[in-house]
């Protein structure tokens, strides 16, 4: 199973594939009383590891971070600009993958791409 093993939030957008209408949202729609919106954007790969870029509406730069289990923390709140999350995988497989985000709005959502999962980098 892929898990996340490291995260940045930027400004630029990381010009990877734009395949966001490949990967199912679950929930479609956060909390109700959450502003931030996070959207799939792209993903690739980086090196041997797949790389999930994820686009996030907040009012100011964003922040993220890992747990334990790979699942992603977001930090914002408000809305009107466009950051790029970018999310490196422990695996190689961009087109397999599943990805857990949670932000400070309350809001939890799962991304998946493919089969989920994926193969670990050798």
């Known amino acids: 199973m892929s898990r996340v093993s490291s995260v940045s939030v930027g400004t630029n957008d990381p010009n990877f594939t734009r395949d966001g209408s490949q990967v199912t949202k679950s929930p479609a729609n956060g909390a109700s009383n959450d502003s931030v919106t996070v959207s799939a954007w792209e993903d690739g790969t980086s090196g041997t590891n797949a790389v999930v870029v994820l686009q996030v509406n907040a009012g100011a730069t964003p922040t993220a ?8 923390s977001i930090q914002a709140s408000g809305r009107g600009n466009n950051y790029f999350l970018s999310a490196t995988l422990n695996s190689s497989d961009p087109n397999n993958w599943t990805v857990q985000v949670s932000t400070s709005g309350g809001s939890t959502y799962t991304f998946t791409k493919g089969n989920g999962g994926g193969g670990h980098k050798k």
């Open 65 to 72: 971070s890992t747990d334990a289990s790979g699942n992603i």
